[in-house]
Antibody, heavy 123, light 106 residues
Framework: EVQLLESGGGLVQPGGSLRLSCATS????????TIWVRQAPGKGLEWVSA????????FYADSVQGRFTISRDTSKSTVFLQMISLRAEDTALYYCGKDPDYYDTNGYYGLYWGLGSLVTVSS | IVLTQSPATLSLSPGERATLSCRAS??????LAWYQQKPGQAPRLVIYDASDRATGIPARFSGSGSGTVFTLTISSLEPEDFAVYYC?????????FGGGTKVEMK
């Protein structure tokens, strides 16, 4: 059974930092790209960041470029999203998703998903 | 690439046919997916590459289209199909989602 488990969310003040984790089991970590998608309360889905299966390519939405960093630890089958300079508009449920890497120039879908980690940015 | 979904809300009864639309601001070839999301749940992949059903998705779900115009059809709505549906393109970066169509029970 494929399982993705996000953690690391919480309440943080504007300007603060958080690191989200996405731990994976049930699939070969090396064959899957990871995407982070967020959903503000009552709103739709917004793509945030992605990392290729081999970790060589990373991608960011303009809204988080320069503030968020995606990385991975293959020994722990875990992908991280380091978030700094957080703003009120970053408040959302953050989902991680997995997709087989197509090794092309295009992006990814979300075949498997975690349950999400809630990030609240408020003073 | 901006994805525009219509209608925003679809009010139908069980057994009826649902037709959801997703239009892209430029061609995405066939690199388009549809997701189903129920309250309090993560998205669930329904259709990928415009017309391929994901594993475990019932045959009443079908996708069509290419380029800029795409359709998700649910041939006969079951009670568990009432949810919000999003389209998403992976043709280029940034990945983008449509604003969603809520399929609600009439």
């Amino acid at each position: 059974e494929v399982q993705l488990l996000e953690s690391g969310g919480g309440l943080v003040q504007p300007g603060g930092s958080l690191r989200l984790s996405c731990a994976t089991s049930g699939i070969n970590f090396h064959n899957y790209a990871t995407i982070w998608v967020r959903q503000a309360p009552g709103k739709g889905l917004e793509w945030v960041s992605a990392i290729s299966a081999n970790g060589e390519r990373t991608f960011y939405a303009d809204s988080v470029q320069g503030r968020f960093t995606i990385s991975r630890d293959t020994s722990k089958s875990t992908v991280f999203l380091q978030m700094i300079s957080l703003r009120a508009e970053d408040t959302a449920l953050y989902y991680c998703g997995k997709d087989p890497d197509y090794y092309d120039t295009n992006g990814y879908y979300g075949l498997y998903w975690g349950l999400g980690s809630l990030v609240t940015v408020s003073s | 690439i901006v994805l525009t979904q219509s209608p925003a809300t679809l009010s139908l009864s069980p057994g009826e046919r649902a037709t959801l639309s997703c239009r892209a601001s430029q061609s995405v070839s066939r690199f388009l997916a549809w997701y189903q999301q129920k309250p309090g749940q993560a998205p669930r992949l329904v259709i990928y590459d415009a017309s391929d059903r994901a594993t475990g998705i019932p045959a009443r779900f079908s996708g069509s289209g290419s380029g800029t115009v795409f359709t998700l059809t649910i041939s006969s709505l079951e009670p568990e199909d009432f949810a919000v549906y999003y389209c998403q393109q992976r043709y280029n970066w940034p990945l983008t989602f449509g604003g969603g169509t809520k399929v609600e029970m009439k």
